[in-house]
């Protein structure tokens, strides 16, 4: 499993739930947990790093929909 896998798919299952109590913050998840909750993506990992290894946790925006976790690119190359 890849890491962090797990902290992801435990946000996916629990999506709703999350959305509807923190709309909008920074969630940082390990071990199927919700360790705090913060208004900043960068204050999230400085307050978590404090008391967990960088890369043991994940930091996930959370908002309806797929917009926070996937990303989408446009190129202005013609193909015609």
Do not use: P
Not at 2 to 25: C, M, P, R, T
Not at 33 to 58: C, D, M, P, R, W
């Amino acid at each position: 499993m890849a890491k962090l896998e797990k902290e992801f798919e435990y946000y996916l299952s629990h999506q709703d739930e999350f959305v509807k109590i923190y709309n909008g913050k920074y969630i940082v998840i390990k071990d199927d947990k919700v360790l705090g909750v913060y208004n900043s993506e960068f204050e999230a990992i400085t307050e978590t790093i404090k008391q967990h290894e960088l890369g043991t946790f994940l930091v996930q925006k959370c908002e309806k929909g797929d917009e926070a976790y996937s990303q989408h690119f446009h190129s202005r190359v013609s193909f015609a």
